[in-house]
Nanobody, 125 residues
């Protein structure tokens, strides 16, 4: 089992920045591809960003490319999502997820086996 715990969410003004962190507990995620998803009220969970096991490849949704950066520190079993130039429409619960079989390019929620509990990001306009 892989337990994922997100942190770093909060309230920020439009144009501001936040950094989300995802820590893997109990079992290392150093060989897993990792992803970030988000879900706004009344909407489906959507892909935000993903990273392969060694950080050599990253993938982004068009809506966040150039503003968000995903990275990982395998020594600390941590995946980060740096979010800059935040917009009102970025408001959502953000989830990290582990894909134990994939290469890091998966963009569907069903491709990921383990999920964190989510952290709320609210961007005020």
């Amino acid at each position: 089992q892989v337990q994922l715990v997100e942190s770093g969410g909060g309230l920020v003004q439009a144009g501001g920045s936040l950094r989300l962190s995802c820590a893997a507990l109990r079992r290392t995620n150093s060989r897993y591809a990792m992803g970030w998803f988000r879900q706004a009220p009344g909407k489906e969970r959507e892909f935000v960003a993903a990273i392969n096991w060694n950080g050599g490849s990253t993938y982004y949704a068009d809506s966040v490319r150039g503003r968000f950066t995903i990275s990982r520190d395998n020594a600390k079993n941590t995946v980060l999502l740096q979010m800059n130039s935040l917009k009102f429409e970025d408001t959502a619960v953000y989830y990290c997820a582990a894909d134990t079989w994939g290469s890091g390019s998966a963009k569907k929620p069903t491709d990921y086996e383990y999920w964190g509990q989510g952290t709320q990001v609210t961007v005020s306009s």
